[in-house]
């Protein structure tokens, strides 16, 4: 296991692509891993407080994490724990393994998942399990837990795997979705415009976008794009 | 502070001069090549060129890098933007996959050994972002060709036989846009998709205009010759894309057997790989190559540049509306269709060719076909940047013209469909070196006009690079991998006469000139002025005194007179 401190209050962003496989490597190669601060190439030693016990692959990360990017990225087996906020992009790309944050996250948790588990205690922000921007599949396996609230593009171009928002949500939920499901607690916005297949389910209110045909459970579209995505209310 | 510079030992290729690798010494003064004797070589920086090959800086005629065009293509295409080149520090931030940002493309030329790049399609109408964007390059020279097959006013011209009136709209529309040469793109066509339709034979009448591409092709080519510029016509041609296309290629070549030039082609074909296709359908579409390249072997009046595909990420962007509209409707890609006014217009989709598709495979093969049977006086190297693929990949062309060796294991990985509907794996023809450097340094300097580039004679500008390849010992046949390495980055790149890239690093930020042709001298203005108000006043979304670039405007402006 290696447990992570940040040694200062970060003035600017961290950008950090570490796995719970860093914790399998010696002391001296955690120490030198290479992460940026700001535009400034350093050594992940200089940043955080670095201690090791044993080589099981688990990451805890012990502190205000909130401005420290990309944690979990890429990881494919393995465990997270962070004890307080995390920053953006957590666990994009992930393939295996297991993040579990303790406090609040925030831009494009789960981006692009494949595979493997993300639960977050507080609230997420925008983008959760979103495709990055110009690329045509989002999250496509694999599940997002996230207990509090979440702001607005949940799921966009999801292509698989499960969502699961406890609280609230804001607009463009599911948008251009293609399988896999959303599943809202609470209430939301606009949900589902160029939907073409998958299954978002919400309990509180929600608004569906012109393109939807009323089906006997529910909403069934977006015609527009010849979809046969479903909406509906439990 | 221009330094003199004395290139030692290096083995020297240098066509335009008849320089086949001898060993030799270049000396630099004042960002010119001079004779030893004008250099105290006691002051010249010595550059240890043993062993190594020296040549002329690379020259690309026909990229797409600064304008509308690319610039959409950057906002449409954000997954582009994730490739950090360079962090900014001692140099700019240079970012981008196939699609770079302005520093990005001076930096990867200069790192490649290229020292001129032109710009090959702008939008007259916005010519000033245009050479805003060009002016945000370093390290490199550059031009822009604004595009003139379907502007009203060529039509009118030439449906007219107003002869004069096209000569001084052509100087006029030079200057304004402060533009290197006559482009043309779909002639017709493009103002035919006005209205939904295209116009894919020579003889399709042009809606609202009493014209064919036919007639527009011919006088411009005319008045280009009576205007006396540096380039030729540089022609896009119509029906891109289409199976069957090859033919049109071949009949549109023929329009210029009537006309010649001492000093250059009278008829310069772009990416003819996208034109020539043999064949009726996607089904059975073929090669062309060997019978456009049968034609242009045959006259001396036309050359060619490739259009070679390259396997992974390019984003199609031409002024070519319709062919987008078709390319997007074939591969349900995204798409931006653009309007420059009265001018013409232009599309952006975004393309990947992959070795296994049997049409990518297919273009790939029928660029490498054209490369290798057309002598090496008549084709120039191209991707068509960023159509084809990136311009960081030519090495991978030269590599390939140079060995059957690389080709047959090349052919390995693409799909079977290539050996039935190409003659690429029959083909033994293997480039020299010289030849190489012909089709990337020579040629195109001689293809545009400029008489100071593409060469190492005396008075050259002194656009210099080095490579860690000896001429004298490699076998290109057999080590393709090491002319490939080779050619990615130079051991030394020097543009104007000073030192900007070594072994793959940057090493000083330059601004390169932007050239632009000035023949208002060789017609009279005065033929087309109430014409000129009388269109601007109707159809245009501007005024004409606000119209066009000053030359004041420009970072690093060159005036080429003609007269």
Redesign the interface.
């Known amino acids: 296991m290696l447990k992570l401190k940040p040694k200062i209050d970060f003035e600017v962003s961290v950008e950090a692509e570490i796995t719970p496989q860093l914790a399998t490597l010696s002391s001296d190669e955690i120490s030198n891993f290479q992460v940026y601060y700001g535009k400034e190439k350093t050594k992940l030693g200089d940043l955080f407080e670095i201690s090791k016990e044993g080589d099981d692959a688990k990451l805890v990360l012990d502190g205000d994490f909130s401005m420290v990017k990309w944690v979990g990225a890429r990881m494919d087996d393995g465990e997270i724990v962070v004890k307080g906020d995390i920053g953006d992009h957590l666990g994009a790309y992930m393939t295996g393994g297991k993040i579990v944050v303790e406090g609040n996250a925030l831009d494009w948790v789960g981006a692009e998942m494949k595979g493997g588990e993300i639960v977050v205690e507080g609230n997420a922000r925008n983008y959760v399990g979103c495709a990055y921007w110009g690329d045509m599949t989002g999250m496509s396996g694999g599940k997002i837990t996230i207990r509090g609230n979440v702001s607005n593009y949940i799921g966009e171009k999801m292509g698989g795997g499960e969502i699961e928002i406890f609280g609230n949500a804001g607009d463009f939920i599911g948008t251009e979705m293609k399988d896999g499901t959303i599943t809202i607690h609470g209430s939301c916005g606009f949900v589902g415009g160029d939907m073409k297949g998958g299954v978002i389910k919400v309990k509180g209110s929600f608004e569906v976008v012109p393109g939807f045909k009323k089906v006997e459970d529910g909403f069934e579209g977006d015609v527009n794009v010849g979809g046969k995505g479903k909406i509906t209310q439990f | 502070m221009h330094h003199m510079l004395h290139i030692k030992n290096g083995i020297v290729v240098d066509p335009k001069n008849g320089i086949n690798a001898e060993k030799m010494d270049i000396f630099v003064k004042e960002g010119k090549i001079v004779e030893e004797s004008e250099v105290d070589v006691k002051e010249a920086k010595v550059i240890d060129a043993s062993n190594k090959l020296v040549v002329a800086g690379g020259f690309d005629m026909h990229a797409h890098i600064a304008g509308s065009k690319i610039n959409t293509g950057r906002e449409?295409?954000?997954?582009?933007m994730?490739t950090v080149r360079l962090?900014?520090g001692k140099f700019r931030a240079s970012i981008g996959r196939v699609l770079l940002t302005s520093p990005a493309i001076g930096y990867e030329y200069a790192k490649m050994g290229y020292t001129t790049a032109f710009e090959a399609a702008q939008p007259p109408v916005g010519a000033l972002h245009t050479h805003e964007e060009l002016d945000a390059i370093p390290m490199i020279d550059k031009a822009a060709l604004p595009v003139f097959g379907n502007w009203h006013f060529v039509l009118k011209y030439v449906a007219e036989k107003e002869w004069e009136k096209l000569r001084a709209f052509l100087a006029w529309a030079l200057e304004r846009t402060k533009g290197f040469g006559v482009k043309v793109v779909n002639p017709g066509g493009v103002e035919a998709w006005m209205y939904g339709g295209n116009c894919k034979s020579l003889d399709d009448e042009v809606p609202g205009f009493n014209v064919t591409p036919r007639e527009i092709i011919t006088g411009l080519i005319q008045e280009t010759e009576n205007l006396g510029l540096c380039h030729s016509v540089h022609l896009h041609c119509n029906n891109l894309g289409t199976p069957g296309n090859y033919q049109t290629t071949i009949e549109t070549m023929k329009l210029a057997s009537k006309f010649s030039n001492d000093k250059r082609q009278v008829l310069h074909v772009t990416h003819v790989q996208f034109n020539a296709y043999a064949g009726s359908s996607w089904r059975d579409v073929a090669s062309g190559a060997a019978e456009i390249a049968k034609y242009v072997n045959s006259v001396d009046n036309i050359t060619i540049d490739m259009g070679q595909p390259i396997f992974g990420h390019a984003t199609a962007m031409t002024g070519d509306a319709p062919f987008q509209f078709t390319l997007h409707k074939l591969t349900g890609s995204r798409w931006s269709n653009k309007d420059s006014e009265i001018e013409g217009g232009a599309g952006i989709v975004p393309i990947a060719y992959l070795p296994k598709n049997p049409v990518h495979a297919l273009q790939w093969a029928i660029g490498l076909e054209l490369g290798l049977l057309i002598d090496s006086d008549r084709v120039v190297l191209s991707t068509d940047y960023p159509n084809g693929g990136p311009f960081t990949e030519y090495p991978y062309v030269m590599a390939m013209l140079m060995s059957k060796k690389m080709r047959e294991k090349e052919l390995e990985r693409v799909s079977p469909y290539v050996q039935k509907a190409t003659g690429l794996a029959a083909i033994d023809n293997e480039k020299t070196l010289y030849e190489i450097i012909q089709m990337t340094r020579s040629l195109p300097a001689r293809v545009m006009g400029m008489d100071n580039k593409g060469h190492l004679g005396i008075g050259a500008d002194a656009d210099i690079a080095i490579y860690n390849l000896d001429p004298l010992s490699i076998d290109t046949a057999n080590d393709f991998e090491a002319v490939y390495k080779a050619f990615k980055t130079s051991a030394y790149t020097i543009k104007g006469g000073e030192i900007i890239a070594k072994d793959g690093e940057l090493v000083k930020e330059i601004w390169g000139r932007t050239f632009w042709v000035d023949a208002t001298s060789n017609a009279s203005i005065e033929a087309i002025d109430s014409d000129l108000n009388e269109m601007f006043e109707k159809y245009y979304s501007l005024q004409r005194q606000n119209y066009g670039v000053e030359e004041a405007w420009l970072r690093k402006p060159e005036r080429l007179v003609m007269g």
Request: hydrophobic share 40%; net charge neutral.
């Open positions: 449409m295409r954000p997954e582009e994730r962090i900014a």
